[in-house]
């Protein structure tokens, strides 16, 4: 059975930080790229970052880059983004999302993502 269980979600101050958590289980996490999906409310789902199963490629989208940091560890089968001087706009429900690496797509492109988390609430107030 295939579970991502996101963790870490709250709400903060413009300027503060939080760290998610993606647990997972029934997957080769090990052999999986990983990524942070979120939407907000009337928005569409948006690439936030994706990292390569051995952590040497990763991506951000432009409105994150320098503030958060994707990692994994692969022993422990979990994803981590750090999110450093957040701003209402970060203001989502976020996702994690995995696919295996034979699997072709987009980094960013969710359909390309084949195993979803339930998701955790990040709201930033000014």
């Known amino acids: 059975q295939v579970q991502l269980v996101e963790s870490g979600g709250g709400s903060v101050q413009a300027g503060g930080t939080l760290t998610l958590s993606c647990t997972t289980s029934?997957?080769?996490?090990?052999?999986?790229?990983m990524a942070w999906f979120r939407q907000a409310p009337g928005k569409e789902r948006e690439g936030v970052a994706a990292?390569?199963?051995?952590?040497?490629?990763?991506f951000y989208t432009d409105s994150v880059k320098g503030r958060f940091t994707i990692s994994r560890d692969n022993a422990k089968s979990t994803l981590i983004l750090q999110m450093n001087s957040l701003a209402p706009e970060d203001t989502a429900m976020y996702y994690c999302?995995?696919?295996?690496?034979?699997?072709?797509?987009?980094?960013?492109?969710?359909?390309?993502?084949?195993?979803w988390g339930q998701g955790t609430q990040v709201t930033v107030s000014s």
């Open positions: 999302a995995g696919r295996s690496i034979y699997r072709t797509g987009t980094w960013n492109n969710p359909r390309d993502y084949t195993s």
């Open positions: 990292i390569y199963y051995n952590g040497n490629t990763v």
């Open positions: 029934g997957i080769t996490f090990s052999t999986y790229w």
